[in-house]
C-alpha cells in the first residue's frame, strides 16, 4: 500500500493568495482527518471526516479555512485568503474503525 | 487539553533500552493509553496502545501500572532511528479525535 499521499509536499506562496491541500487516504480507510503543526502550538486537529461527512470541524480557525472530501479516494484543505500565520506543517492522516492512525508525510506551508 | 504528562527531553545509547514515561493520572476507566511517534519531519506513527494489561508488539513494550494512573513505553533495543518525539495519549477506544501534547524528545546516540 502507498500509504496516505498528500501533496504538494512544499508550498510557497504570498499573502491573499489561495492554497489548496491535497490528500489521498489509504484504499478502504473510512476516516479522514487533518492536522496543522507548528512550533508554538503543537500538533492540533482541524477537522476530520467519517465516509466523506464531516464530523467535527472545530478545530478549524477560522472562515477561511474549508476543507471538503468529495469521494473516498480524495480530500483538500483550502485556505482563502492565506496569512503568514498559516505557515505550518499540515498533516493528513487516515484510519479504519480499528483506531490506528495512519498519516501522510506533510505540506510544509510558508505564506511570505 | 492534554490529560498526560511527559518529561521534555531523555536519552540513551544504542543498543540499550528506551523507557519513557507518562503520568495520566486523571485516567477514566474506559480510555486507553496511546503512543505514537514522530521522526523528525515525517508524520506521526502509531507505536502501541493498551487498557490495563502490558501490551508488546514488534516496536515496543507497554506497561501499564495497576492503577492505570501511568504507563511507560518500553524500546527494548534502541537504535539511531528511534530518535523522535514520543507521544502518549489517552482517549476512549473508538472516539476518534486524539489531542497531541508536547511529547518526549527521545534522543538515541552511538
Known amino acids: 500500500d502507498a500509504g496516505v499521499i498528500q501533496s504538494p509536499r512544499h508550498e510557497v506562496t504570498e499573502m491573499g493568495q489561495e492554497v489548496t491541500l491535497r490528500c489521498k487516504p489509504i484504499s478502504g480507510h473510512d476516516y479522514l482527518f487533518w492536522y496543522r503543526q507548528t512550533m508554538m502550538r503543537g500538533l492540533e486537529l482541524l477537522i476530520y471526516?467519517?465516509?466523506?461527512?464531516?464530523?467535527?470541524d472545530s478545530g478549524m480557525p477560522e472562515d477561511r479555512f474549508s476543507a471538503k472530501m468529495p469521494n473516498a479516494s480524495f480530500s483538500t484543505l483550502k485556505i482563502q485568503p492565506s496569512e503568514p500565520r498559516d505557515s505550518a506543517v499540515y498533516f493528513c492522516?487516515?484510519?479504519?474503525?480499528?483506531?490506528?492512525?495512519?498519516f501522510g508525510p506533510g505540506t510544509r506551508l510558508t505564506v511570505l | 487539553d492534554a490529560k498526560t504528562t511527559q518529561p521534555p527531553s531523555m536519552d540513551c545509547a544504542e543498543g540499550r533500552a528506551a523507557n519513557l514515561p507518562c503520568n495520566h493520572s486523571t485516567i477514566s476507566g474506559n480510555e486507553y493509553v496511546y503512543w505514537y511517534r514522530q521522526i523528525h519531519s515525517q508524520g506521526p506513527q502509531y507505536i502501541i496502545h493498551g487498557l490495563k494489561n502490558n501490551e508488546t508488539n514488534e516496536m515496543a513494550s507497554l506497561i501499564i501500572t495497576e492503577d492505570r494512573k501511568s504507563s511507560t513505553l518500553i524500546l527494548p533495543h534502541a537504535t539511531l532511528r528511534d530518535t523522535a518525539v514520543y507521544y502518549c495519549?489517552?482517549?476512549?477506544?473508538?472516539?476518534?479525535?486524539?489531542?497531541f501534547g508536547t511529547g518526549t524528545r527521545l534522543l538515541v546516540s552511538p
Open positions: 495519549i489517552v482517549k476512549v477506544e473508538g472516539f476518534q479525535k486524539l489531542v
Open positions: 492522516a487516515s484510519s479504519l474503525y480499528t483506531d490506528t492512525q495512519y
Open positions: 471526516f467519517n465516509n466523506n461527512v464531516p464530523i467535527d
